[in-house]
């Protein structure tokens, strides 16, 4: 996230579980309750990921309280990751608006995100494909970035 001009690494976690009631319960703590909701409408319309029988949780940890459209991505794959139960690498980290529709939208501060990632130790970065437009490549050539379009693909790049 991005906190004036200075980028912050968030971590998501994401759980989805079995419902013990009739209908699922959704909470989410350091991040705003509609939006995931609609994340989770957009993953099961779009996606095919399906939450509609499952309780879902999101929490940011550290108490941060996070409102900006580039942790959508991060948010969807914390929930899908649990959903499949199959674990993000430990070496990538994800950014990037959800579209309703289900495609990336590219989002601002490209360069500063996937720098301060870098520099913190991650290696690979999925991001929107239309931002690697504005990345100057060489620069980052210690980091894999991998561009993707739509949120199916986002998280089959994340556990590859």
Do not use: W
């Not at 959800?98 to 989002?107: F, K, T, W």
């Amino acid at each position: 996230v991005m906190e004036g001009t200075r980028p912050l690494l968030a971590e998501i976690q994401g759980l989805a579980t079995t419902s013990g009631f009739g209908t699922p319960r959704r909470m989410s703590t350091g991040f705003d309750y509609s939006r995931m909701a609609l994340i989770l409408a957009v993953l099961e319309k779009r996606a095919g990921f399906y939450f509609s029988n499952l309780d879902a949780y999101l929490n940011v940890v550290g108490g941060l309280r996070i409102d900006e459209p580039a942790v959508d991505l991060a948010v969807a794959m914390a929930l899908v990751s649990s959903l499949k139960d199959t674990p993000i690498r430990d070496d990538t980290v994800v950014f990037g608006e959800i579209g309703l529709a289900g495609e990336l939208r590219s989002v601002s501060h490209i360069e500063s995100r996937v720098s301060e990632a870098y520099r913190l130790g991650f290696t690979r970065c999925v991001l929107p494909y239309h931002s690697m437009k504005s990345i100057d490549l060489k620069r980052f050539s210690g980091v894999e970035l991998i561009g993707v379009h739509n949120v199916r693909e986002a998280f089959d790049a994340c556990v590859q």
